[in-house]
Each structure stands twice: as C-alpha cells, then as structure tokens.
C-alpha cells in the first residue's frame, strides 16, 4: 500500500482502520514520505469444554486470532516504498495451553511473530527477517466471515484439552496433536520475495529459511460476475517432510453464501506415515442490522495419520460472528465436537464452546 505524500504536515489519527484484516490501527502518522502506524488486537473469551466425564470452563485467549501489537514503519519513494514491520503476541491462558490439568496458564507468553525488513518495488515485495514465510497461511484461505471462531486450523478452539480413554481416565493425548491443517511453514527467519500481481489475479511467492525450511506457493485471487474466488497453493521442505497443501474459497456476493475447501498432505522421510486432512466449510453473510454483517457457519475436517500411524480425527463445527463496524469489534461463538482414535483406541470426543469477541485498535 502506498501512503500520500503529503508535503509538510504531520498527521495524527486515532481509531482508523487499515484495510487489510487484522492490521487496524490506533495511530497513523504522515510526513512527507514517512509513515508510522501503530494498532493492534485483543481477543478474549470464555471456553467451555466436556470431555465426555466433565465440564470444565475457562478465562482464555483466543488462539485462532491471538492479542498482538504491531508497529510498521516506512518511506514511500514513490515507485518503492521500503520499511520495517514489529509484531508481538502476547497470550495468558491460551485455547491453545488451558486443560483439565493446566486450568490457568501461569504466564502469559510472548511471541516475536515479525520483525522484518521490506522493500515493495514494482518488481515485486522483497522481505527479510523474522516473518510469513512463502507458504504461510495457504491452507487457510477462507470468505466466510467466521474465521477468528472457526477455519480449516480446527484445533485452535480448545487445542489444550487433553482426551480420556473409554473408560474415563485423562490421556496425554491432546486436540491439538490430533488436529492440523498442514499448513505451510510458519513465521521464522527467512528471505522472500513475493512477485507483483500477473495476469488477473496469481501471485507467486518464495522463501528460503533457516533449518532449510524452503517453500513456493501461488495465491489466486479474482471476481467473476458475482462470485469472489480466492485461493492458494504451496509446497514447502520442513525438517523430515515434504509437504503439498492448498485451499480454496468462492462467495457469491449477492446472497452471502460461501464455500471453502482445504486438503494436505506430508511425504515424510521415514516412509512412516502419510499425514493427510481434507476440510470442508459452507458460509452464508449478511447484513441484518445496520451497525455489522452477520455471519455464519457450518464445517467439517477430517484426518488421517495425523497423530501416529493409524490415527484418525474428525470434527464438526458451527461459527457465528456479528460485526460491530464502527468500534472494530467482532462478537462471535462457536461450537466444535472433536472425535479421535489411535491405532489401538479410541477416545471419549471433547465438545468445546467458545464465545468472546475480538477488538482490533
């Protein structure tokens, strides 16, 4: 994005909202070709989960979309802008940690999520440093509205909650090492470079990183008449894998309903197993009030290896979220059932309900 130059005034606002999702800000100053914003998110709410002998609930922080700060600064030179990007996370009680044995995380964790360098130039976006790697993000592409409650990544809803065996007793095996999306490489250092929009709509992306964690992947993002299409596609080398995975997700603006799919899979080395998911969700927005849309949901995951050899894992899920636009605020609740299975048991299914908002300044 390039920012006006504006010539000698320093402008300070508070409460604008940058246009990519995620990325609000409190403060955006101008001068000249110099820019600075600073914003962020919270994202808090309540967690209440059975695992098939008790009900527990819990304070937590919403790992879908977990509370960060960000600060981007940079200089537009016209046809290139170059700049700096700082993005902390910061967690207490995360959906992600909270369980039957740990109802309150006795920290809270800090993350170092970006700290990068970047150069948008007009033959592409060059980035180096601690950040998105090429193939970040590729499995969750999704329209429906109802992410921050619900995605193709099904274990961030209640991930810490541990499984019980049939005849009660806790396991250690938990949602989050039974559920994963396969998505491409994470944040970490790395450089990369992403290529300028070709044709009517790809752009292709590449990194390399530490530990050899390389990747390339090409997102796809168009209207047809009606229909918003949005999609993307990696391959990336993790450390004893070769992973391919992708997602995919069309609306159709005029009646809100929305259809997302998402599958991976992982080569590992050892020929030990075949870890593979397919992720399935419909989606359906509207503006029933005047202050926010409204949207809702319906998804199902499935997996297969993910856990160990012969392990299986399904999931239903229902989202709904309500916008409140004028004060950057989504409310939103969710429901998830979760089902597994080793090779030589099955588990008792955890159902979790999550309901909280998330507020971005």
Same mark, same amino acid.
């Given at each position: ?61 919403? %790992? ?7 600060? &981007? ?39 170092? &999520? ?49 499984? &019980? ?20 490489? @994470? ?6 470079? %992403? ?69 991976? @899979? ?6 030990? &197993? ?15 009030? %005047? ?33 409140? %636009? ?36």
């Amino acid at each position: 994005m390039h920012h006006h130059i504006l010539p000698t005034v320093c402008l300070l606002t508070f409460g604008a909202a940058l246009p990519t999702a995620g990325q609000a800000q409190v403060v955006n100053i101008q001068d000249g070709g110099f820019s600075f914003t600073f914003g962020g998110q919270i994202n808090q709410g309540v967690l209440f989960a059975d695992d098939g002998v008790e009900t527990n609930s819990f304070w937590v922080d919403n %790992d879908n979309s977990s509370t960060r700060l960000r600060a &981007r600064a940079a200089y537009d030179f016209g046809t290139y802008v170059v700049g700096a990007l700082i993005e902390y996370e910061f967690e207490f009680n995360s959906t992600a940690v909270v369980n039957q044995l740990v109802p309150n995380q006795s920290f809270s964790v800090s993350n170092e &999520r970006k700290f990068e360098l970047f150069a948008e130039t007009p033959y592409g976006k060059f980035s180096y440093g601690q950040g998105d790697t090429a193939s970040n993000g590729t499995s969750e592409v999704d329209l429906s509205g109802t992410g921050v409650i619900g995605y193709s990544g099904v274990a961030d809803l209640a991930g810490g909650m541990l499984f &019980r065996d049939q005849a009660g007793t806790l396991t250690m095996q938990n949602v989050g090492g039974n559920f994963s999306n396969l998505d491409g490489n @994470s944040r970490q250092e790395r450089f990369r470079y %992403d290529t300028p929009t070709l044709g009517s709509g790809f752009v292709v992306s590449a990194s390399a990183g530490e530990d050899d964690r390389n990747g390339v992947a090409v997102n796809y993002n168009n209207d047809f008449g009606d229909f918003t299409f949005a999609s993307a596609i990696s391959y990336n080398e993790r450390q004893g894998a070769d992973r391919m995975n992708g997602s995919v997700s069309v609306k159709h603006t005029p009646t809100g309903i929305s259809v997302t799919f998402a599958s991976g @899979s992982d080569d590992l080395d050892d020929n030990s &197993r075949d870890p593979g998911f397919n992720y399935v969700k419909v989606g359906y927005e509207r503006d029933f009030f %005047d202050f926010g849309s409204t949207a809702l949901s319906v998804d199902y995951y499935d997996g297969e290896d993910i856990a160990s050899l012969g392990s299986n894992s399904d999931s239903f899920g229902v989202q709904v979220v309500q916008n409140i %636009d004028r004060y950057n605020l989504e409310i939103y609740g969710g429901y998830r059932s979760y089902s597994a299975s080793s090779a030589t048991e099955s588990f008792q299914d955890v159902d979790a309900l999550l309901i909280g908002a998330r507020y971005k300044f």
